[in-house]
T-cell receptor
């Protein structure tokens, strides 16, 4: 079983729809990242959170530490939101070091 | 503006060749990482480095080695490239191992081994 599970794997939406991508993890973490990857490869960090909720523009990320679950929401989706969204958890890798463990990503396509 | 650059966007090599992938960051970050990304498998950590001349194996180090002679540069080496190393390779860097720090990714190198 993967330590980080994302759902859905693929998501197609119409412009303007509200979008939710889910991430569940099975390991103890110190923080969780949401990343965005556009075609061509570059990855951008959207959020890092360890509790509660963060908002940036039309993007909202929430995390429930007790349930080991996080969600990424996109309000009023737009075709330029089309990308792969990746959840990653920060776990201890020995001593005081940490590493990221990644979900497999959710491919979002927003049609005009 | 933070910047992580990788030496090539696309690379084609032959089986058995020695391949060098270079990554440079201009943010004075201590921590640097090499990942590969494959369809259906997501990002997987190959090697990472917490400081100059320090390296740690990630989840899939077999067939790879790394070099960190200077703080800003982290090289991934495929000693004898094989077709199963065809992949997208992504480099990332991060400031000191602080609780809240973000990883910054390079644009990726798409490697094809024939």
């Amino acid at each position: 079983k993967n330590e980080v599970e994302q759902s859905p794997q693929n998501l197609t939406a119409q412009e303007g729809e509200f979008i939710t991508i889910n991430c569940s993890y099975s390991v103890g973490i110190s923080a969780l990242h949401w990343l965005q990857q556009h075609p061509g490869g570059g990855i951008v960090s959207l959020f890092m959170l360890s509790s509660g909720k963060k908002k940036h523009g039309r993007l909202i990320a929430t995390i429930n530490i007790q349930e080991k679950h996080s969600s990424l929401h996109i309000t009023a989706s737009h075709p330029r939101d089309s990308a792969v969204y990746i959840c990653a958890v920060k776990v201890r890798s020995g001593g005081s070091n940490y590493k990221l463990t990644f979900g497999k990503g959710t491919l979002l396509t927003v049609n005009p | 503006d933070v910047k992580v650059t990788q030496s090539s966007r696309y690379l084609v090599k032959r089986t058995g060749e020695k391949v060098f992938l270079e990554c440079v960051q201009d943010m004075d970050h201590e921590n640097m990482f090499w990942y590969r990304q494959d369809p259906g498998l997501g990002l997987r950590l190959i090697y990472f480095s917490y400081d100059v001349k320090m390296k740690e194996k990630g989840d899939i180090p077999e067939g790879y080695s790394v070099s960190r002679e200077k703080k800003e540069r982290f090289s991934l080496i495929l000693e004898s490239a094989s077709t199963n190393q065809t992949s997208m390779y992504l480099c990332a860097s991060r400031d000191a191992d602080s609780y809240q720090e973000t990883q910054y990714f390079g644009p990726g190198t798409r490697l094809l081994v024939l």
